[in-house]
């Protein structure tokens, strides 16, 4: 017992940037440059996938929080969850739930595809939730977007998960929050939920544990992109269309690639 509580905290420790009061780590000067042009080139939109035409903030320029915006820009970001976000919008949930929002890209998306929708967003670093209201205010859904801090044991305490779509990017936390015996209505709640196996290797056998009972649970990793498939690219030098689609995945300690679990449950 005391063993695994102790990886808990561990991994805890590790979560970055969800549990640490930071926003992100810098990116460098030849990816700022990159991010201009491609920004510039887009008209600050996203170009495919399924929030394509979404205004992505704009002059001087995409807040740090997000540490991969070209991805956005061009369309590739998380492309492997393309066709599951787009039967998830086809079941026109009403009210989505996003712990972790980074930059704002899902809970801005959604709220877009989703007109009747409305998002509670949770998030524990201030400059996220600036950064998600900006992006909100300028798509002109803020009005539908209601977002609060860290979420942690309480956090969803009044929320009525049964029915909801909930989306989760929360580093590591997921091991902790996403506990039915914590919020018993996740029971009847679909789920997005990326696996940060990397941090602790407990994530995804545990959440398949947990939600065996109530929920099927399909699997997909992430792939490397390929620059050349992209024909918004093809202006760049390689080496820069390659820096253009890394989204910078962290593998586990046996080398597999990032994992997103997507949970739908069995009464739906």
Request: glycine content about 8%.
């Amino acid at each position: 017992m005391l063993r695994n509580q102790m990886r808990t905290l561990v991994s805890a420790w590790k979560v970055n940037p969800y549990t640490r009061w930071q926003a992100a780590d810098h990116r460098n000067l030849a990816y700022d440059r990159l991010v201009a042009q491609i920004a510039e080139l887009a008209q600050y939109k996203i170009l495919a996938g399924p929030y394509a035409g979404m205004k992505y903030f704009g002059p001087p320029g995409v807040p740090i929080v997000d540490q991969t915006p070209t991805t956005k820009f061009i369309g590739s970001y998380e492309e492997e969850l393309n066709p599951w976000i787009e039967s998830l919008i086809a079941n026109d949930y009403r009210q989505i739930v996003h712990i972790g929002v980074g930059a704002g890209y899902h809970a801005v998306g959604m709220a877009l595809r989703l007109p009747e929708s409305l998002s509670i967003v949770f998030d524990t670093l201030i400059p996220c939730r600036k950064a998600c209201k900006a992006l909100a205010i300028q798509n002109g859904v803020h009005n539908r977007i209601q977002l609060r801090g860290f979420c942690g044991t309480e956090g969803m305490s009044d929320v009525d998960l049964t029915g909801s779509l909930l989306f989760s990017d929360c580093g590591g936390a997921e091991l902790t929050i996403l506990d039915p015996a914590l919020y018993p209505t996740l029971r009847g709640a679909t789920m997005l939920v990326e696996l940060h196996d990397a941090f602790d290797d407990r994530v995804t056998p545990r959440l398949r544990s947990r939600f065996s009972a109530t929920h099927r649970m399909e699997i997909r990793s992430s792939v490397q992109r390929d620059s050349l498939s992209y024909s918004f690219l093809n202006a760049f030098p390689p080496s820069m269309g390659r820096m253009a689609v890394d989204e910078r995945r962290s593998f586990t300690r046996e080398g597999r690639p990032q994992t997103w679990a997507l949970l739908r449950p069995y009464s739906s």
